[in-house]
């Protein structure tokens, strides 16, 4: 974007980031889910999220990349990615998501910091744990600590007044 100019991408394929919310707990109800219901009231919670999915987001998703005549990939939607995360024997629950630590919807006055947090301090920690974490190893610490943006309301592409879920008909 030097010099005013418009930046224009000649990429085809986008990584899209869907999914990542639903399997490893990014939403602010999968922390009151934890509070009602401890571990496995956040397991029951994003398994429903994971469920309804297809039907919520990724239509209503698809229909904003490919407006940009792009094609979308989902790696947090990867059959081996989901499998690792559906297996608490692999991968337990409390690191994948780890509502102690800091999330983005907290602040680091408001919840606590232990030894097992490393060195990241602030939001952007407890939320997305296993995601974050992988992050910072491969380099992009700064990038870990971001709170999403919803692709909706970032490429103000959404009618304020329909439904992601709604079908194309519906929109006519």
């Not at 990429?11 to 899209?16: G, K, T």
């Not at 939607?77 to 337990?92: G, K, M, N, T």
């Not at 983005?104 to 301090?121: E, G, I, K, M, R």
């Not at 943006?149 to 992601?164: L, P, V």
Request: charged share 25%; with cysteine; proline share 3%.
């Amino acid at each position: 974007m030097g010099g005013g100019r418009p930046y224009e991408c000649s990429a085809r394929v986008v990584l899209m980031g869907m999914g990542a919310d639903e399997t490893c707990g990014g939403y602010v109800r999968h922390q009151r889910a934890v509070s009602r219901g401890g571990m496995e009231g956040l397991r029951t919670e994003l398994q429903r999220d994971f469920e309804r999915l297809w039907e919520r987001n990724l239509g209503r998703d698809d229909r904003v990349v490919s407006d940009s005549g792009r094609e979308g990939r989902f790696p947090f939607l990867d059959e081996d990615v989901l499998a690792v995360l559906a297996s608490p024997d692999v991968l337990p629950l409390s690191s994948v998501c780890e509502f102690e630590l800091p999330t983005t919807t907290t602040t680091s006055a408001t919840s606590t910091l232990t030894s097992s947090s490393s060195s990241a301090v602030g939001p952007g920690v407890g939320d997305k744990k296993v995601i974050r974490t992988i992050s910072r190893m491969l380099g992009l610490g700064d990038a870990s600590r971001l709170q999403k943006r919803a692709i909706q309301f970032g490429t103000r592409i959404a009618d304020s007044k329909m439904q992601g879920s709604a079908k194309l008909s519906e929109m006519e």
